[in-house]
């Protein structure tokens, strides 16, 4: 089980994750977001750091030049895009890093037709609550995982959105044959953009 960690603004905590075997860590570059990186994490020491988690990059709706600048200046191996990105946009940076194609899920969504145009051109799908506010770690509302159940998907996906420490055991009996990993936030932090260590390693083993 994969476990991706997102909203990180310090670099301790950067270390910290990887040296309980986290494979992601997210990096939001949305300035809207309270856990907006900025000038919070130095970006040389990032860059240069030998972290065996993978450094992604979180964007909604970014100009391209500004995620080959984070790519550059931050050594990201993943950029993970939540607005309304285009599939040549998913395309372009795929030839640079891997990309994960985030959905807002409300619900009434037929899946396999929702995420059709990107299958090509994204390494992983993340499938997150309905609103963008969820999506980067507001309010913890979780969506009707079944959904994904009927779909095919074929592709492997995170899932995302309101997940705690006490959903460890419901994460470990969702079955589908291409649910990859888990992507945690909100409900893992001291404060916006601190997360409790204790909380996640307590997660990490409820997961085994």
């Excluded at 995620?67 to 200046?73: P, R």
């Excluded at 998913?90 to 396999?112: N, T, Y």
Aim: charged letters at 30%.
């Amino acid at each position: 089980m994969n476990i991706k960690v997102c909203g990180i603004t310090e670099l301790k905590q950067l270390q910290q994750l990887d040296g309980l075997d986290i494979d992601f860590a997210g990096l939001i570059f949305y300035k809207d977001s309270p856990r907006y990186v900025g000038d919070k994490l130095p970006k040389k020491e990032v860059k240069k750091a030998d972290f065996d988690l993978k450094k992604t990059g979180v964007f909604v709706n970014p100009e391209m030049i500004d995620v080959l600048d984070a790519i550059d200046d931050y050594g990201l191996e993943v950029v993970q895009l939540h607005g309304d990105e285009s599939t040549e946009m998913c395309e372009d940076l795929g030839s640079e890093v891997e990309v994960i194609k985030a959905f807002r899920i409300s619900g009434d969504e037929d899946i396999d037709e929702l995420v059709a145009p990107y299958d090509a051109v994204c390494d992983y799908y993340l499938f997150d609550t309905g609103g963008l506010k969820e999506s980067l770690g507001g309010t913890g509302k979780q969506f009707d995982w079944n959904i994904l159940l009927k779909a095919k998907i074929e592709k492997p996906f995170f899932l995302s959105g309101g997940i705690g420490v006490e959903d460890a055991s419901r994460v470990k009996a969702f079955k589908h044959p291409d649910f990859f990993g888990v992507d945690v936030n909100s409900r893992f932090e001291l404060s916006p953009g601190v997360k409790d260590m204790s909380k996640v390693l307590q997660f990490k083993m409820g997961l085994k």
